[in-house]
């Protein structure tokens, strides 16, 4: 046994934790692939051995020869924790909390360390390697993303260190390759002093998670250029000038264009734009290699005080982009990101912002080909600083700053020449700091020709636009009108919203709030919705597990699970809200008049891509469509357009016209006829049902009440039978299984309704019989709602009447005490043994709430019990469908099925366990069908707002308590 005497970690491990981004490699330079310098990608699968310190082993496995037999097997890019079983560690969630002790820079001695090896040979038709020399010519070794510390050994030579997890390294290694037996050691660390600047809410997940390369590096090949496309559009002239590190020639063929390098030309183009993204194919040739080139002629400017591109202000409805995938965390392949892309473009979204790093590069050369502007994001935080009020936060100490300056530079090197890119941002919640200043200073010296984004500083004295997170309607309102004072500087910029609506769970709710504050303001140009992607781990045990479920001593739960498409990419109805809340054809009207107002807010593109197409409905029936002529308006033109006559003039059932803005082609990101945006028009509204109470209760002798077609208990006054259907249970009922914004999140100085209704007891409502009446025409039934321990009640009346064949419940509802809360819904629920399919007339196809209806289209709709459900990661409250005229649930396709039609439209639910269960239930693993379907049929429900990182549902969307009634007819129907 030896006694350690030595500094732990010993002195050749000191890199781990020294505050230097690194030594060894190149200086970043522009990402690109060259058409004819040979590469080899090194991806695939690599020998692995984990230690538990980052000291554990020696340097012996980089040499050749070593024996590593026994050693497991890695997928790179990977990360090691979501491979092995379970072998290699797990995943660790925490929002802001470092999962350490926060004493800067130093790291646990609990390091979890991954030697990686590969061994290569390279290509027959490898240009000869001997001929390498110097840093210009021979090779680069590339890696495009390691978390957290990599040391990197090539044929044993120690070739360096870095840090820098979402950022490029290189390495010159020409001098060190052989045509066969290469043995490429990296030995990568999960915690270094990199990590402190790496606090983004989302998973700790090492390992070398993006590609790994070895690049030819011919004599006279490019080394790094930086591509100037601006736009000039009073001119309609793009000018174009390359500067290379090498000098060449810049061809492009479709201008004309054969120019030296450095040199500029200024001629006629087609601009580039998020919404009409012109790209030129392009050549650079140097003496050593060809290099292909898109190029996006756009430029961006700060100009009366508004964010101005090509000469307009434009509107950003973003999306925060973290990168995900269920079963390979970060680590993405091109079509993962294609689909990110096309979901994007396909729900009217613009914009991404990269929180909270610079993505995959690939990722941005599908933003500049199919147009999604870009606030490319730095690799930095260091948010869990805030926990000890910022003291010792590395981006107001100097000697982090050399650090920041290397992040800020490998960012902007590797991404400058996509046009897609508009705004540089620093990192996000680092607090405020003489590094961030110099990170900016550096910035705007290297590149002027974008703005810089920041959200942490108020005071904007870094940035080109104050930016915000979460800020509610009424303060972007303020802000908005100029009325929200702050500092000379900041009163000048324009405004956005980094993030808002925080899409954890059900929601976000208020999008179309916030939708016209933007729209009504200047000053606002938008926001970026928190966020694209709920990060679930594909889990066996759990479908989706989130933090906590790996055992994490400190986690933050499915605060991770917070975007507006599920971990597997299925859109979750908070991005079909936001797809038509930022539709960019604003269309209203009038159906009597028969007249569209059709407006084009885009902010570039006319209306020629668009068809428009017209339906009309009678009781939610279609019975006519057909095509609406209207021109191709220029962007923020509008114009009315007049609807054919009507196919059938019904006037005693609702009629509506539906008017849609579809693609008139197939475009490279959606086919002809996807639906772009759309309208619903009145010709004649619903005409209220009326039920002539005709029938008279009867009581038997065997314990029952018969009116029409239905029998009561008569001890609790509770319907047996409706026709030839069991329904059991029915009752109001105000409780629902609170989504994560009810709850709120516990920071949230404001009240939390989830809290505040499970304190009350509304999930455990007692129901107190206190008369069941039989008159002439009705059956009343006269009960007391309400918690233990509490003076707070909802009497309730339930009274039934019969016309024979149809029955109707009016329910009125009187509360008692002084209730501070809203309600959380307030309908009644039923049970109902055989049924499993809906049809329906109201909202659809997907869930909606008063503050998420947008998207909910009013039409004929049938569903699966099962397909009714939004398979939320952590199981809440969901799949109301909104302003439901009547629905039909049975057991089909051959119902006879339980006909409701609503007094008023109503939310209506079904779903195979409990609000309760729902309730209980922490994955969706643990629901399991029960034989009863239960069904709620609402009056009312609470809004659903954002309150789990932001404001709660705006008043107008609260379900205040008060005196209410309400009416249902059942009936049965065989069809
Ligand atoms: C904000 C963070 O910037 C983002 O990374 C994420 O954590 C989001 O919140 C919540 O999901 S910070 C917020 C606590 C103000």
Redesign the pocket.
């Known amino acids: 046994m030896s006694v350690r005497t030595t500094s732990s970690p010993s002195p050749e491990f000191s890199y781990v934790e020294d505050v230097s981004p690194g030594s060894g490699a190149l200086p970043p330079r522009a990402w690109y692939a060259s058409s004819d310098a040979a590469s080899l990608s090194l991806n695939g699968s690599w020998r692995f051995r984990l230690s538990a310190t980052a000291d554990a082993e020696d340097d012996s496995f980089a040499g050749r020869g070593y024996d590593c037999g026994d050693w497991a097997e890695v997928a790179v890019p990977g990360h090691w924790v979501l491979q092995g079983d379970g072998a290699f560690g797990a995943p660790i969630y925490t929002?802001?909390l470092y999962p350490f002790p926060v004493d800067p820079p130093r790291v646990p001695t609990r390091n979890p360390t991954g030697d990686h090896l590969r061994h290569f040979d390279l290509p027959d038709d490898w240009p000869d390697v001997a001929d390498a020399k110097g840093a210009a010519g021979g090779a680069v070794l590339r890696f495009d993303g390691v978390e957290s510390c990599a040391r990197v050994w090539l044929n044993g030579t120690d070739i360096g260190e870095f840090k820098g997890s979402r950022l490029p390294h290189e390495f010159t290694v020409g001098h060190l390759l052989k045509p066969t037996g290469n043995v490429l050691a990296v030995r990568v660390h999960q915690w270094s002093a990199g990590s402190y600047l790496e606090d983004?809410?989302?998973w700790w997940l090492p390992g070398i998670f993006r590609d790994v390369t070895l690049l030819h590096r011919p004599a006279g090949s490019a080394l790094d250029f930086f591509v100037h496309a601006s736009y000039d559009h009073r001119e309609g002239t793009g000018t174009l000038r390359v500067d290379s590190d090498v000098d060449g020639r810049i061809l492009v063929p479709g201008l004309d264009i054969d120019v030296e390098t450095g040199q500029a030309i200024t001629v006629p183009v087609r601009p580039w734009t998020a919404e009409t993204p012109y790209l030129y194919d392009a050549t650079l040739v140097t003496p050593g290699e060809r290099v292909p080139l898109r190029i996006g002629f756009r430029t961006v400017v700060l100009e009366d005080g508004l964010i101005k591109v090509n000469g307009r202000a434009i509107l950003f409805r973003g999306v925060?982009r973290h990168e995900w995938h269920p079963e390979h965390g970060r680590a993405l392949d091109l079509e993962t990101m294609r689909e990110d892309v096309l979901l994007m473009k396909r729900h009217n979204v613009n914009a991404v912002r990269t929180?909270?790093y610079p993505p995959h590069p690939a990722f941005l050369d599908l933003c500049d080909e199919y147009g999604l502007w870009v606030v490319d994001e730095c690799d930095l935080?260091t948010?869990g600083f805030t926990e000890q009020a910022w003291r010792d936060n590395p981006v107001d100490d100097d000697r982090w700053t050399p650090a920041l300056l290397d992040r800020a530079a490998r960012m902007v090197e590797r991404d400058k020449n996509h046009p897609s890119i508009v705004m540089w941002s620093l990192g996000?919640?680092a607090g405020t700091g003489r590094g961030l200043t110099a990170m900016a200073e550096w910035i705007r010296g290297r590149d002027g020709s974008r703005l810089i984004h920041y959200?942490g500083d108020w005071n904007c004295r870094d940035t080109d636009v104050y930016s915000r997170?979460?800020a509610d309607h009424a303060e972007v309102d303020r802000i908005g009108r100029g009325q929200d004072g702050g500092p000379a500087k900041r009163r000048q910029l324009p405004f956005i919203q980094?993030?808002y609506a925080?899409a954890?769970g059900n929601g976000p709710g208020g999008l179309a709030d916030y939708q016209r504050l933007f729209e009504a303001h200047e000053r606002i140009q938008g926001g970026f919705v928190?966020?694209w992607i709920d990060h679930g781990v594909e889990d066996e045990r759990y479908g989706f597990a989130y933090g906590g479920d790996f055992g994490e001593e400190l986690h933050d739960g499915n605060?991770?699970c917070?975007g507006l498409v599920f971990p597997d990419r299925t859109p979750s109805p908070g991005l079909l809200e936001y797809k038509k809340v930022v539709e960019p054809v604003r269309m209203e009207g009038d159906g009597v008049d028969g007249v569209v107002r059709i407006a084009n807010r885009h902010d570039f593109a006319d209306l020629s891509a668009l068809a428009f197409e017209w339906s009309y409905e009678v009781d939610g029936e279609t019975v006519g469509t057909g095509v609406l002529t209207v021109p191709a308006l220029a962007p923020g033109d509008s114009a009315d357009v007049k609807l054919p006559e009507p196919p059938v003039d019904v006037r005693q059932t609702e009629t509506r016209w539906t008017v849609r803005a579809v693609l008139a082609g197939d475009t490279a990101w959606g086919p002809k006829g996807h639906v772009v945006a759309w309208v619903q028009l009145w010709r004649a509204p619903r005409q209220l049902i009326g039920v002539t109470a005709r029938r008279r209760p009867v009581l038997d002798g065997r314990g029952r009440i018969t009116l029409g077609p239905a029998v009561f208990a008569a001890r609790t006054g509770e319907p047996a039978t409706v026709g030839g259907i069991d329904v059991i249970g029915l009752k109001l009922d105000a409780w629902r299984a609170p989504t994560d914004n009810d709850e709120g999140?516990p920071?949230q100085p404001d009240i939390r309704h989830g809290v505040l209704w499970r304190k009350l007891g509304l999930h455990r409502m007692q129901h107190r019989l206190d008369a069941v009446e039989l008159s002439d025409d009705a059956l009343t039934v006269r009960t007391r709602v309400a918690p233990a321990a509490s003076d707070l009640a909802l009497r309730t009346v339930y009274r039934w009447t019969s016309d024979g064949t149809r029955l109707k419940l009016a329910v009125s509802v009187t509360p008692e005490g002084d209730w501070q809360v809203p309600l959380p819904r307030l309908g009644v629920r039923l049970g109902l043994t055989a049924a499993d399919r809906v049809r329906w007339h109201g909202g659809g196809p997907g869930e909606g709430y008063p503050d998420t209806d947008s998207a909910s289209m009013l039409g004929r709709w049938e569903s699966s019990v099962d397909d009714l459900q939004t398979p939320y990661v952590r199981p809440q409250e969901n799949g109301a469908r909104a302003d439901v005229r009547w629905a039909e649930i049975g057991r089909g396709p051959d119902f006879p099925a339980l006909r409701v039609e609503g007094g008023l439209p109503f939310w209506f639910t079904a779903r195979r366990w409990t609000s309760e269960q729902l309730d209980a239930a922490r994955h969706l693993t643990d629901l399991t069908p029960g034989d009863t379907v239960w069904v709620n049929l609402d009056h009312g429900q609470q809004g659903i707002g954002s309150q789990?990182?932001g404001p709660g549902p705006l008043p107008r969307y609260q379900l205040a308590v008060g005196p209410t009634e309400f009416s249902f007819v059942f009936s049965e129907i065989n069809s």
């Open positions: 929002n802001h983004q809410d989302q925060n929180s909270h935080e948010h996000n919640e959200e997170m979460y980094c993030e925080h954890m928190w966020e605060f991770v917070d999140a920071w789990s990182c």
